[in-house]
């Protein structure tokens, strides 16, 4: 909601660049925490500029050494804006693939990356990225997982954990 006036004001490294924080705060101000990031998305494109010649690098660890890009958010670059095979990894995928048995209860987001990719054929990651985020956020809820409507049930390590006591509607 927030990009549109922000690219507008904003339209390229440059002009993002010889900008301050505070003249892009008040384009970002309904986000989270807009102090910190009117400073990164600054400091993005003065680096981007001075190290990568103004585009944005395909590589994951070159885009982590951007203000404000860690991991998850390199892998979500690498894999929608270049579509190469990241997978990252937020609260959704991790709760998902830990549920469903996808990992072997992994602690980490990055352990639930790597053990992820190990398994996941390359031209789907991309997919697969998506497709547990969304099973997280409509399905398989963090307090009350919606078993009775999910159609991987019968291959679910949670609910074969619960023993499918699960609360299931009639």
């Known amino acids: 909601m927030v990009t549109p006036k ?36 600054v400091g993005m494109a003065r680096k981007l500029l001075e190290e990568f010649n103004g585009e944005v690098p395909s590589d994951i660890d070159e885009l982590q050494k951007l203000p404000g ?35 072997n209860n992994s602690k980490t987001p ?28 409509y399905t398989c809820l963090a307090r009350k997982p919606k078993c009775e409507e999910c159609g991987l049930m019968q291959w679910c390590k949670y609910f074969q954990k619960t023993n499918g006591k699960v609360e299931i509607k009639k």
């Open 6 to 41: 922000l690219f507008e004001a904003f339209p390229t490294p440059e002009v993002l660049a010889a900008a301050s924080p505070e003249a892009v705060y008040p384009y970002i101000k309904s986000v989270s925490y807009p102090n910190n990031k009117s400073k990164h998305l």
């Open 69 to 103: 890009v860690g991991r998850k958010t390199a892998n979500v670059i690498a894999s929608v804006v270049f579509n190469k095979p990241a997978m990252a990894v937020d609260t959704h995928v991790f709760r998902v693939s830990n549920r469903l048995g996808l990992t």
């Open 110 to 137: 990055l352990q639930t990356e790597l053990e992820l990719v190990k398994y996941i054929p390359d031209a789907l990651i991309p997919k697969a990225h998506h497709w547990l985020i969304l099973h997280g956020r």
